[in-house]
């Protein structure tokens, strides 16, 4: 529990390192590609996916638009039904409120539901600090915790991690934390599965306090929604005494009706399924049945600073079920840890600059790790365009420009380490509209040739270094058409004959 | 019907045989082909690493130099699409800040009339069969942006199936990313090579003896990637495939030759 993201490198840096990784390269390799396939096939079994898609994208942009409606809803709503909600500005006053909650009830452990929304804000460290112990009980954040890791995606923490990596992180960690491994555990699905459903059994069945995140939170009647496919969510969400969640505030849906759309989108997207295996709802408190208190933590941390972006803001429609990870082709030759985050992917590079308004150097590369091929876009259930917003954010950094930062216009510098780029666009914007200089360039080009390099010296190696130069051809397009048509075009030609 | 070739600044300036191959294969269709002068760049490299204010001249340019023509044909998929995808998306973005609608304007009459090379064959001339010859075995990448930025679809296949003397393998992966993304090959040259080694693999295992595509920026990647190894399969555009014929191959002329000095990589 001592690893975190803080202090993380620029991606380009820390892609050089995990690119060479072979067994990391060949974990994920097999991995991306067997869930890609798997949902291609799921998704193709319904014919309006389409309109699906649409009103998934539909039903986000309206509760966004209205959020500070939906949300006052919710708040009433949970209230009504015998919980109760916090507010939380950011990850440490989040934190705070958790790290209270628990100390109240006397409790110096507690079990967790998988949550992205405690990753993000570093909750498990934080309690650790206090003297409370937050134990993982869905398998693949087990295996991160055990192996002092970090998550590598949003579904599949770790998916970095094959069959017998995990049973040595078994066999080595268990005993530290509770049931040890069995004896002779071997590296069989089945086996590995038995001895973190033995471990964790222990865990479920002495906790008083349960700590979840929830995908959904339908604002008319104050229901939280968990989607998950082990059933240990469930275990912590109905055993312990008390539960505390925490929940992102873009996680709002009007009503149960709008769940229906995204409880389609979420199984085939994320897991291939069509239907998801178990799906917990809550309502407030009741009594004899389940936890006798809730607390919802709301979370902003960034959200609203996102929602202020026209373009920007399409990233809050996330229902954070990976397929844009699954079948990214950066992520799957860099990895997950690349990103410095947990949320790691195309998503990902369009989600924490904004979350953490273009903060650092790590920050203003993550736009840049995408080739624009757009496979992200086709699969996202929701319609977000990751090209699009990455383009958008590359101009924050570039050129600078107004973000949102804690609730604050601030109107942004540009980064630095681009000044050599910024002066080669523009003069290459100004050549491009200067066609008589260009002309002349292109022919300098040709004549000297001969003496081109075959390897470029400085930045240019970043291109040599793997890739042959290409050649500059002895006359260019345009003076050869001008050679062989007489003209210089713009002529009365055109047409057919 | 006035028919203007907007070449793109990567086949002026480095393989300018594409264009000239656009020029032969309309011209055998009975389509007049005319290149205006006054086109230059796209606005691509620009945009796409966030000089979105340094493209709008070219958006201009662009209507400017094409202004009297009905269509507007260009032998790559990504300068397509970003015409039609971007055009309208930099004009929309002007008009916010309070720039007008010159290029509102603009974009409404550029993205109508621009399309890639294989659209206008099968679209706009309705045909397949170009009669073409190109006795060489193949396997096609479809690139990032004619495949979903543009859905070219099964419009490259339709026209190379028809292309006499001509094997097509299949190339497994083949929706697959290259890695070249334009300034992404240099800002994350890892992940790039990684990308484009395992493309480069793949095509050298369907034993094909060049890899074509309906975009030259990606081919530079893969092309100089093969070079780079020393693999003799060569980079080939599909314009050039479809202008060969069996005169061509008779006289050693584009179907006949290996890559050769001009337009070559090394």
């Given at each position: 529990?001592?690893?975190?993201?803080?202090?993380?490198?620029?991606?380009?840096r820390?892609?050089?390192?995990?690119?060479?990784?072979?067994?990391?390269?060949?974990?994920?390799?097999h991995?991306?590609?067997?869930?890609?396939?798997?949902?291609?096939?799921?998704?193709?079994?319904?014919?309006?996916?389409?309109?699906?898609?649409?009103?998934?994208?539909?039903?986000?942009?309206?509760?966004?638009?209205?959020?500070?409606?939906?949300?006052?809803?919710?708040?009433?709503?949970?209230?009504?039904?015998?919980?109760?909600?916090?507010?939380a500005?950011?990850?440490?006053?989040?934190?705070?409120?958790?790290?209270?909650?628990v100390?109240?009830?006397?409790?110096?452990?507690?079990?967790?539901?998988?949550?992205?929304?405690?990753?993000?804000?570093?909750?498990?460290?934080?309690?650790?600090?206090?003297?409370?112990?937050?134990?993982?009980?869905?398998?693949?954040?087990?295996?991160?915790?055990?192996?002092?890791?970090?998550?590598?995606?949003?579904?599949?923490?770790?998916i970095h991690?094959?069959?017998?990596?995990?049973?040595?992180?078994?066999?080595?960690?268990?005993?530290?934390?509770?049931?040890?491994?069995?004896?002779?555990?071997?590296?069989?699905?089945?086996?590995?599965?038995?001895?973190?459903?033995?471990?964790?059994r222990?865990?479920?069945?002495t906790?008083?306090?349960?700590?979840?995140?929830?995908?959904?939170?339908?604002?008319?009647?104050?229901?939280?929604?968990?989607?998950?496919?082990?059933?240990?969510?469930?275990?912590?969400?109905?055993?312990?005494e008390?539960?505390?969640?925490v929940?992102?505030?873009?996680?709002?849906?009007?009503?149960?009706?709008?769940?229906?759309?995204?409880?389609?989108?979420?199984?085939?997207?994320?897991?291939?399924?069509?239907?998801?295996?178990?799906?917990?709802?809550?309502?407030?408190?009741?009594?004899?049945?389940?936890?006798?208190?809730?607390?919802?933590?709301?979370?902003?941390?960034?959200?609203?600073?996102?929602?202020?972006?026209?373009?920007?803001?399409?990233?809050?429609?996330?229902?954070?079920?990976?397929?844009?990870?699954?079948?990214?082709?950066v992520?799957?030759?860099?990895?997950?840890?690349?990103?410095?985050?947990?949320?790691?992917?195309?998503?990902?590079?369009?989600?924490?600059?904004?979350?953490?308004?273009?903060?650092?150097?790590?920050?203003?590369?993550?736009?840049?790790?995408?080739?624009?091929?757009?496979?992200?876009?086709?699969?996202?259930p929701?319609?977000i365009?990751?090209?699009?917003?990455?383009?958008?954010?590359?101009?924050?950094?570039?050129?600078g420009?107004?973000?949102?930062?804690?609730?604050?216009?601030?109107?942004?510098?540009?980064?630095?380490?681009?000044?050599?780029?910024?002066?080669?666009?523009?003069?290459?914007?100004?050549?491009?509209?200067?066609?008589?200089?260009?002309?002349?360039?292109?022919?300098?080009?040709?004549?000297?040739?001969?003496?081109?390099?075959r390897?470029?010296?400085?930045p240019?190696?970043?291109?040599?270094?793997?890739?042959?130069?290409?050649?500059?051809?002895?006359?260019?397009?345009?003076?050869w058409?001008?050679?062989?048509?007489?003209?210089?075009?713009?002529?009365?030609r055109?047409?057919?004959? | 019907?006035?028919?203007?070739?907007?070449?793109?600044?990567?086949?002026?300036?480095?393989?300018p045989?594409?264009?000239?191959?656009?020029?032969?294969?309309?011209?055998?269709?009975?389509?007049?082909?005319?290149?205006?002068?006054?086109?230059?760049?796209?606005?691509?490299?620009?945009?796409?690493?966030?000089?979105?204010?340094?493209?709008?001249?070219?958006?201009?340019?662009?209507?400017?130099?094409?202004?009297?023509y009905?269509?507007?044909?260009?032998?790559?998929?990504?300068?397509?699409?970003?015409?039609?995808?971007?055009?309208?998306?930099?004009a929309?973005?002007?008009?916010a800040?309070?720039?007008?609608?010159?290029?509102?304007?603009?974009?409404?009459?550029?993205?109508?009339?621009?399309?890639?090379?294989?659209?206008?064959?099968?679209?706009?001339?309705?045909?397949?069969?170009?009669?073409?010859?190109?006795?060489?075995t193949?396997?096609?990448?479809?690139?990032?942006?004619?495949?979903?930025v543009?859905?070219?679809?099964?419009?490259?296949?339709?026209?190379?199936?028809?292309?006499?003397?001509?094997?097509?393998?299949?190339?497994?992966?083949?929706?697959?990313?290259?890695?070249?993304?334009?300034?992404?090959?240099?800002?994350?040259?890892?992940?790039?090579?990684?990308?484009?080694?395992?493309?480069?693999?793949?095509?050298?295992?369907?034993?094909?003896?060049?890899?074509?595509?309906?975009?030259?920026?990606?081919?530079?990647?893969?092309?100089?990637?093969?070079?780079?190894?020393?693999?003799?399969?060569?980079?080939?555009?599909?314009?050039?495939?479809?202008?060969?014929?069996?005169?061509?191959?008779?006289?050693?002329?584009?179907?006949?030759?290996?890559?050769?000095?001009?337009?070559?990589?090394?």
């Open positions: 529990m001592s690893r975190s993201f803080l202090g993380m490198p620029a991606f380009p820390a892609a050089a390192v995990s690119t060479r990784d072979p067994r990391l390269r060949a974990n994920l390799a991995a991306t590609h067997t869930i890609r396939d798997k949902r291609a096939r799921a998704v193709a079994e319904l014919d309006d996916w389409a309109q699906l898609r649409a009103a998934g994208a539909a039903v986000k942009d309206r509760t966004l638009r209205h959020l500070d409606h939906y949300l006052e809803q919710l708040e009433e709503s949970v209230a009504a039904a015998g919980g109760h909600v916090h507010w500005a950011d990850a440490d006053e989040a934190n705070r409120i958790v790290t209270r909650l100390r109240e009830t006397g409790e110096r452990e507690v079990v967790k539901v998988k949550s992205m929304a405690t990753q993000e804000i570093g909750l498990n460290e934080a309690l650790a600090e206090a003297g409370i112990r937050a134990y993982e009980t869905d398998l693949a954040e087990l295996i991160v915790q055990l192996g002092d890791d970090l998550p590598s995606h949003i579904l599949v923490p770790a991690r094959n069959r017998g990596e995990i049973r040595d992180i078994f066999r080595r960690e268990m005993g530290k934390w509770g049931r040890p491994a069995p004896e002779g555990l071997s590296d069989s699905p089945t086996e590995l599965a038995e001895a973190a459903r033995l471990h964790l222990e865990k479920f069945l906790a008083k306090v349960g700590i979840s995140g929830a995908n959904f939170m339908v604002a008319e009647t104050g229901t939280l929604v968990v989607v998950e496919s082990e059933g240990n969510g469930r275990m912590c969400l109905t055993l312990p008390t539960l505390i969640s929940v992102g505030i873009e996680k709002t849906v009007p009503t149960w009706q709008d769940l229906e759309v995204f409880l389609q989108l979420l199984p085939r997207s994320s897991t291939a399924e069509r239907m998801n295996p178990y799906t917990t709802t809550w309502t407030g408190t009741t009594d004899g049945d389940g936890p006798r208190a809730f607390h919802l933590v709301l979370l902003d941390n960034g959200r609203t600073d996102t929602l202020a972006d026209a373009v920007g803001r399409q990233a809050l429609r996330c229902i954070r079920c990976s397929a844009c990870l699954n079948v990214c082709p992520y799957e030759r860099a990895g997950g840890h690349a990103y410095g985050s947990p949320y790691p992917g195309p998503i990902g590079a369009i989600l924490t600059p904004q979350l953490r308004g273009m903060a650092g150097p790590l920050e203003e590369s993550l736009p840049y790790a995408s080739s624009l091929c757009g496979a992200c876009y086709e699969v996202c929701v319609a365009d990751i090209p699009e917003v990455l383009v958008h954010l590359r101009e924050r950094v570039v050129e420009g107004p973000v949102t930062r804690r609730g604050a216009r601030v109107v942004l510098k540009p980064a630095k380490g681009h000044a050599a780029e910024r002066a080669a666009m523009r003069a290459a914007a100004w050549a491009f509209d200067h066609p008589g200089v260009l002309r002349g360039g292109m022919r300098l080009a040709a004549r000297t040739r001969r003496l081109h390099p390897r470029l010296p400085g240019g190696r970043a291109w040599s270094d793997t890739r042959a130069l290409p050649t500059v051809p002895a006359e260019s397009f345009r003076d058409w001008r050679r062989t048509r007489g003209d210089a075009g713009g002529s009365e055109g047409g057919v004959k | 019907m006035r028919v203007a070739l907007f070449v793109t600044c990567i086949n002026d300036t480095l393989q045989r594409t264009g000239r191959a656009v020029v032969t294969l309309l011209e055998r269709l009975g389509v007049d082909v005319d290149f205006p002068a006054e086109q230059s760049c796209c606005g691509q490299p620009q945009f796409n690493t966030g000089y979105r204010h340094a493209t709008e001249p070219l958006v201009r340019r662009f209507d400017r130099a094409f202004k009297d009905d269509y507007v044909v260009t032998p790559s998929g990504s300068c397509a699409a970003m015409v039609r995808d971007n055009y309208p998306r930099i929309a973005r002007a008009a800040e309070g720039r007008g609608r010159e290029l509102t304007e603009a974009a409404a009459r550029a993205v109508p009339k621009t399309y890639e090379l294989t659209e206008f064959l099968v679209d706009v001339l309705k045909v397949t069969d170009v009669g073409a010859y190109y006795p060489h193949i396997t096609y990448h479809p690139t990032c942006h004619g495949l979903r543009l859905g070219l679809g099964d419009r490259p296949r339709r026209l190379l199936e028809q292309v006499r003397g001509l094997t097509l393998k299949e190339l497994p992966g083949a929706e697959e990313c290259c890695g070249f993304g334009g300034t992404f090959a240099v800002k994350n040259p890892a992940v790039s090579t990684a990308m484009g080694a395992d493309k480069v693999r793949a095509v050298t295992g369907t034993g094909a003896e060049a890899v074509c595509t309906v975009d030259n920026s990606c081919l530079l990647h893969i092309g100089g990637m093969l070079a780079r190894q020393g693999s003799p399969v060569r980079p080939v555009h599909l314009a050039e495939i479809l202008a060969s014929t069996e005169a061509d191959t008779a006289a050693g002329g584009a179907a006949g030759r290996a890559a050769g000095a001009e337009g070559g990589a090394r």
